[in-house]
């Protein structure tokens, strides 16, 4: 009889707090659900997102993208080439084994090996030439030409147990490392292998409908305040504000536009904003032929630095960030948000339709010409709006410009079969730091290099391409940051692309809650805590 | 029975073949779900490697081949998106949808009916008419908007149940379901009451139609005027001979509400089978989209089977011939 006393107490207590979340218990609503819980399966910001919460990479990031200490307490360049980690000593895997060199091997072996990935992170390893594990608590890596973004990539990929997956014995080798069989994606799904260092563990994965996570109590560093982690994929916007201002969800990310205002002055709610590392651009085609002109006998007026220079004059940035933006985006200069690495504080944008027509006739043009912008309708936020504003701004100055706006994976098809002489789009930089944009949007294509990939402009500065080269193999910070700002201001001086706001990132959530936001967008519970 | 049977799934064959080739085709034509997938910083080696990880890379023909000859061993290929069995992420799912169909389908039955035949009764009165004119609404209100005002009515203004999810689910033969714990209940009522409204409106006007010619019938006179209490006249010899276009429809609209209950699901965030075809179509998830078509496809084979064998309980003059049907 006696011993029945607590149970019977906990009964009341369970019936007591059902249907009511307790203190330390966390839900999330999100506007989009990772692919999978693998963590080298696909390099997409929701799954980076919930991995973060489980694994960990050597270094981390704060919310404003600088490098912080994580698995590796500290690192240093022994010469251009050859960077040295050294570990975190003490910290132990979910399952109570302890965290050591050879884990980073085996996840850096890994992830070329996971099968029917759609986006992999060998991106971020293949600057990796060898690994050296001079003792279990220190990596030596080196690399084949100096590579100062290494620390950088280090943040991007989380590290798996080795023991867990039996690859105790598992040597680096750039070639292709060698084991019997590689984790399957299915095994991170189902639990087997989600065994990481992080401060939550998984309890629960069900796909489309919720991820259930737990505190580790092992947590090397500072604990997070809730015992229990859910996070709920509500896709749609209007419902996802709905489940907040319901106290379905304890905190959104991704609040709609429409709802910011309403959201702030609602008393139980709170709403935290910051600029994202996105930038809203449009790519003009630079190419001989271009297919969405016309009235310029075949010629593509775009080639021409004074019709670029027109059209960047044509948009006014801040009526756009005022009436379509709702004031939450900064009218953009270059091609990431001023402040962070690498960015030029000297870079300017105006609007002056008059300049813009003079320059126009100046480039023979004085009764413009006909151009279609083509713009996704569902990726950025109010993107078609946009390109809509943008449309009319260019008809303004006497370029009849009508919008073509598809869905996502209808716009990216066409957009990379080069159906576009115009086309609005965004670009995050994942690593926070210039190089990105500059390296991927408007550097010459050279696959060996690495260059251009989402160039499809053809635009192409010999000068820019060098001060990027250089910059890329220069590992002092300073020398570096310095290149890349110059390298900005030589795509800003050719009107390359027309940069046009920097998109915020906000989180809505309820009173008594406070999150610091994040350039980088990711949701992490373990920064969630209730206002003292 | 049996040539019945046989004739059935052969018709259902042909009808998939054709089906995948469609749908292997238009997906094939809207673009390269690489596009959508890879990481934008990636670079071009990156992306080349990524195409040939999932076979993109070769034409589209040989992608088709390769596929149908799996799908006749049984795998119908592996999502591009999940990384997992297609027809397993679409099973997955399921069990969500289909208690959701079910009370949403026992909603509109138990109130369709006894109101639709209350209408079909009594045709001039202040009571049948309201009846009519709210299922015109039910018709014509747009299922997201009424979805929306749901859940700011029940789940924001008044907090009764909640905005969305699916809650908590009780494992039932190994398979979670949620209208087994008060929770789950909670979760179910405001969606399924959102897909119900259209088919209540639909349920109401066919038994109102049907009540009205029958209720005119020498059979019905006969019974009141052998003096059978109006319960007995209504639930028996009325309701029988209505049911069978509301079987009918029901059994579609049954199928239909399975497969292509999108807006509600993603209205509500219920994890069922309509919101994975939406998120795989917008993805270009081939593998999904065609398993999903194919659990579909099979599915509405069996229901119209039992469809048909529910005709010939509540009809003895119709049979399910073998011969010359």
């Known amino acids: 009889m006696k011993q029945q006393l607590p149970v019977l107490a906990g009964v009341l207590a369970a019936i007591f707090l059902a249907g009511h979340a307790s203190a330390a218990d966390l839900r999330i609503g999100t506007a989009s659900e990772p692919s999978s819980l693998d963590p080298h399966y696909h390099n997409l910001t929701p799954n980076n997102t919930v991995r973060r919460h489980i694994f960990e990479s050597l270094v981390d990031q704060d919310a404003k993208q600088r490098l912080i200490p994580a698995l590796a307490e500290s690192w240093r360049t022994l010469d251009d080439k050859t960077w040295e980690f050294k570990l975190r000593k003490g910290v132990k895997f979910h399952d109570g084994t302890e965290f050591t060199a050879q884990d980073f091997v085996y996840t850096v072996c890994r992830i070329p090996n996971v099968a029917n990935s759609p986006s992999s992170f060998t991106l971020y390893t293949k600057g990796i030439d060898t690994i050296e594990v001079p003792n279990p608590y220190t990596v030596i890596i080196k690399t084949a030409s100096p590579y100062p973004l290494l620390p950088v990539e280090m943040t991007t990929f989380g590290i798996i147990s080795a023991k867990a997956a039996g690859g105790e014995a598992v040597k680096f080798d750039k070639a292709g490392c060698k084991a019997d069989s590689w984790p399957s994606t299915q095994a991170f799904n189902d639990g087997t292998l989600t065994i990481g260092t992080g401060p939550f563990k998984l309890v629960e994965y069900r796909k489309g409908e919720r991820i259930v996570l737990a505190r580790n109590d092992n947590y090397w560093g500072t604990k997070p305040e809730w015992d229990k982690v859910t996070f709920r994929p509500i896709t749609s916007e209007g419902p996802r504000v709905a489940a907040l201002l319901a106290g379905d969800v304890d905190m959104v990310d991704e609040p709609p536009l429409q709802d910011l205002e309403r959201l702030r002055k609602d008393p139980k709610v709170s709403v935290v904003e910051t600029m994202s590392n996105r930038v809203v651009y449009l790519a003009l085609d630079q190419a001989e032929k271009t297919p969405t002109i016309k009235g310029t006998d075949g010629k593509n007026p775009l080639r021409d630095i004074r019709v670029r220079q027109a059209l960047s004059l044509a948009i006014d940035r801040a009526a756009i960030v005022k009436r379509i933006m709702n004031n939450t985006a900064e009218p953009a200069a270059q091609l990431l948000a001023p402040g962070l690495f690498g960015t030029n504080p000297d870079l300017k944008v105006a609007y002056d339709a008059e300049k813009a027509k003079k320059l126009l006739a100046d480039a023979g043009y004085p009764n413009g010409f006909e151009l279609t912008i083509g713009t996704p309708n569902d990726r950025y936020i109010n993107d078609e709006k946009i390109a809509q504003a943008a449309a009319q701004m260019f008809s303004r100055i006497g370029i009849k410009t009508q919008v073509d706006a598809a869905t996502v994976n209808v716009f990216f098809s066409r957009r990379n079969k080069g159906e576009f002489s115009v086309f609005l789009a965004g670009w995050s930089a994942a690593t926070g730091e210039a190089s990105s944009p500059l390296k991927s949007l408007v550097a010459t294509r050279i696959k060996e290099k690495g260059f251009g990939p989402t160039n499809y402009t053809g635009y192409s500065n010999p000068k820019l391409d060098d001060l990027l080269t250089q910059a890329l193999a220069t590992v002092d910070d300073t020398a570096r940051e310095k290149l890349l700002a110059e390298a900005m201001k030589v795509v800003s001086d050719d009107v390359a692309i027309l940069p046009l706001h920097y998109e915020a990132a906000s989180w809505g959530m309820r009173k008594g809650l406070t999150y610091e936001p994040r350039a980088d967008q990711y949701t992490l519970a373990a920064a969630v805590r209730t206002a003292k | ?325």
């Open chain 2, 1 to 325: 029975m049996l040539v019945f049977l046989i004739r059935r799934i052969a018709q259902s064959a042909i009808v998939v073949a054709i089906m995948s080739v469609l749908v292997f085709a238009g997906i094939f034509a809207i673009g390269n779900p690489i596009d959508v997938l890879i990481s934008p910083e990636a670079d071009e080696i990156e992306r080349a490697a990524a195409i040939a990880r999932l076979g993109l890379d070769r034409p589209m023909y040989e992608q088709f081949l390769s596929f149908a000859g799996n799908a006749i061993s049984g795998d119908l290929g592996t999502s591009f998106v999940h990384g997992t069995p297609a027809v397993r992420l679409v099973l997955e799912r399921f069990p969500a949808t289909l208690e959701l169909a079910l009370f949403a389908m026992l909603i509109a039955v138990l109130f369709g009916i006894p109101l639709g035949i209350w209408a079909g009764l009594r045709p001039g009165s202040a009571a049948g008419r309201t009846i009519m004119a709210g299922s015109i609404l039910g018709f014509s209100l747009p299922t997201f908007w009424v979805g929306m005002l749901l859940i700011m009515t029940f789940a924001v203004w008044l907090g009764w149940l909640p905005a969305s999810g699916r809650g908590q689910t009780v494992d039932l033969f190994g398979i979670p379901f949620s209208f087994l714990t008060a929770d789950g209940l909670k979760h179910m009522i405001l969606p399924a009451m959102n897909l119900a409204l259209f088919k209540i409106s639909l349920v109401i006007r066919l038994a109102r139609a049907g009540t009205r010619e029958v209720a005119l019938q020498d059979y019905v006179r006969f019974a009141r005027a052998k003096g059978l209490s109006p319960v007995r006249i209504v639930g028996v010899h009325i309701l029988k001979n209505i049911m069978i276009p509301v079987v009918t429809v029901l059994g579609l609209e049954f199928g239909s509400v399975i497969a292509f209950s999108v807006v509600t699901e993603s209205v509500f965030s219920w994890p069922g089978m309509g919101k994975l075809l939406i998120d795989s179509i917008l993805l270009l998830d081939r593998p999904v989209v065609v398993a999903y078509l194919l659990v579909t496809v099979l599915l509405f084979i069996i229901i119209n089977l039992v469809v048909d064998v529910l005709y010939s309980l509540l009809d003895p003059r119709i049979r399910l011939g073998g011969a010359k049907a």
